[in-house]
């Protein structure tokens, strides 16, 4: 079972700037579909950003939510063999405890936005936006 680790939460101020990372242990993240998913406080899981999986080959196809685009974006780190998630302009309803998911049977053709389609969850990272 591969454990999927988030880090880079912290609290900021309206306007800043914070950087997410997600690594895996157990297997290299790059033979996984990587997806971002945040929940605020009393309210549902919802998708942030995806990767595709490559089967260890380069990184294919990205998305990120219609309602975030712009500011945020998912990139892949071949050095440190990482998924990042910049995010931008960061506003107080970003708000939220932001997951990272591995997906580890893929279609690397398939960007995947629903939760349900992710196995391997890690604990999340907070992330507070004050105005």
């Known amino acids: 079972q591969v454990q999927v680790v988030e880090s880079g939460g912290g609290s900021v101020q309206a306007g800043d700037s914070l950087k997410l990372t997600c690594e895996t242990k157990g297997r290299q993240i790059n033979w996984y579909a990587v997806g971002w998913f945040r929940q605020a406080p009393g309210k549902e899981r919802e998708f942030v950003a995806t990767l595709t999986g490559s089967a260890g080959g380069p990184r294919g196809g990205t998305a990120v939510s219609e309602s975030l685009k712009g500011r945020f974006t998912i990139s892949y780190d071949s050095a440190e063999n990482t998924v990042s998630q910049q995010m931008n302009s960061l506003i107080p309803e970003d708000t939220a405890i932001y997951y990272c998911?591995?997906?580890?049977?893929?279609?690397?053709?398939?960007?995947?936005?629903?939760?349900?389609?992710?196995?391997?969850w890690g604990q999340g990272t907070q992330v507070t936006v004050s105005s």
């Open positions: 998911a591995a997906k580890s049977s893929y279609d690397s053709r398939t960007l995947y936005t629903r939760a349900q389609e992710f196995e391997n």
